[in-house]
């Protein structure tokens, strides 16, 4: 059973920095994409930023140049570093990945996390 298990989410000021981490265990083959999405209060879930395996990064306008994801490969463990946060930034984050596992037959399947919560204090 493959699970993806989010940790380091909290409380933090504005302008203040906080790291996320995301990481994958089970029966895995490889993993392809790796993304971080997130909810807000009555909103609906939104995508923050996208690596793949070779490392390709994108995000969303609302968070470039504050963001960074970036991925441990061998740890299987997908990360987020968030800079210069906002009150808006405040939402669940989740993340979510393409994981081929040694029971599915080649294919590839899209795991999500549990969520942590992020709030942002002005």
């Known amino acids: 059973q493959v699970q993806l298990v989010e940790s380091g989410g909290g409380l933090e000021q504005a302008g203040g920095s906080l790291r996320l981490s995301c990481a994958a265990s089970g029966r895995i083959f490889s993993i392809n994409r790796m993304r971080w999405y997130r909810q807000a209060p009555g909103k609906q879930r939104d995508l923050v930023a996208v690596i793949t395996s070779g490392g390709s990064t994108n995000y969303a306008d609302s968070v470039k140049g504050r963001f960074t994801i970036s991925r441990d490969n061998a740890k299987h463990t997908v990360y987020l570093l968030m800079n210069s946060l906002k009150p808006k930034d405040t939402a669940v984050y989740y993340c979510?990945?393409?994981?081929?596992?040694?029971?599915?037959?080649?294919?590839?399947?899209?795991?999500w996390g549990q969520g942590t919560q992020i709030t942002v204090s002005s």
């Open positions: 979510n990945a393409d994981i081929t596992s040694y029971t599915s037959s080649g294919y590839y399947m899209t795991y």
